[in-house]
């Protein structure tokens, strides 16, 4: 599976296109206006961008068992002998997360980068669920140092209710915590992938907050549930 950058302008990791197999993917984070000095949590991010999109691209079904697939693909990172030297260890992660045979490798590339000072924001992931609502609520209510506080979440152009719920909940907390901001960054193929499982999402969501955690150097806080917001693994290869 190739995965090519088709270059934008600016080059950077807040707009990205890839070709992938005869679909494209598009990430866009319009609310992101400077980027982390940490490259190495930029090509995180790419990877699991395209670890996203390899997972809706290749259908389960079809595989002797639907579940397990060869997953091969390559992706181009600014840091490529600290990504090559753990390959290994990013195979097994990635291939425990879906159940799947991961084999990713690297290529160098570059990107441009951001001198903007960035905001001192926590940041919190908010999926839009119940789960992340209340654990915000608790953010904010039990917020005695009065810290500024981002909540980031996603969507995929193909998939209905995740960016609406999102933004009705930011809407509510917001008519009570006015000093909150939101990220919603949106992540898919422009073509409707043959696989729906979503095992990869938690991978993305995660480096995603990260990602914008370190761009604010602060913590960054989970408020998921994980077997439904964030698809952790079951028991080794298990797809229950």
């Given amino acids: 599976m190739n995965i090519v950058l088709n270059p934008v302008k600016p080059i950077d990791v807040r707009q990205i296109n890839l070709s992938l197999d005869g679909n494209n993917v598009r990430f866009l984070w319009k609310t992101l206006k400077q980027l ?18 390899a997972d809706k691209q290749v259908a389960r079904s079809g595989t002797s068992d639907q579940w397990e697939r060869s997953l091969v693909f390559e992706v181009p990172v ?23 045979a991961v084999n990713i490798s690297f290529t160098a590339i570059q990107l ?67 000093n909150i901001e ?17 095992r990869s999402r938690s991978f993305l969501f995660l480096c995603a907050g990260l990602f914008l955690a370190n761009n604010s150097d602060a913590p960054l806080f989970i408020p998921e549930n994980g077997a439904i917001a964030l ?10």
């Fill in 36 to 53: 982390p000095d940490n490259t190495l949590v930029q090509d995180l991010l790419l990877i699991a961008i395209s670890f996203y999109a």
């Fill in 78 to 100: 600014q840091n490529l002998a600290t990504w090559v030297a753990n390959t290994a260890a990013l195979n097994r992660l990635l291939s425990f997360l879906t159940g799947d």
């Fill in 112 to 178: 441009n980068q951001s001198k903007a000072s960035p905001k001192q924001r926590r940041v919190c992931l908010l999926s839009g669920g119940l789960d992340s609502a209340i654990g915000a609520i608790d953010l904010l209510t039990d917020n005695t140092n009065k810290y500024a506080y981002s909540f980031l979440g996603h969507y995929d152009p193909h998939v209905s209710g995740p960016r609406k719920d999102q933004k009705a909940v930011f809407a509510i907390l917001k008519a009570k915590f006015p």
């Fill in 182 to 198: 939101q990220h919603i960054f949106r992540c898919g193929l422009t073509k409707k992938g043959a696989e729906t499982s979503f």
């Fill in 231 to 240: 698809n952790y693994p079951q028991i080794g290869r298990a797809h229950v």
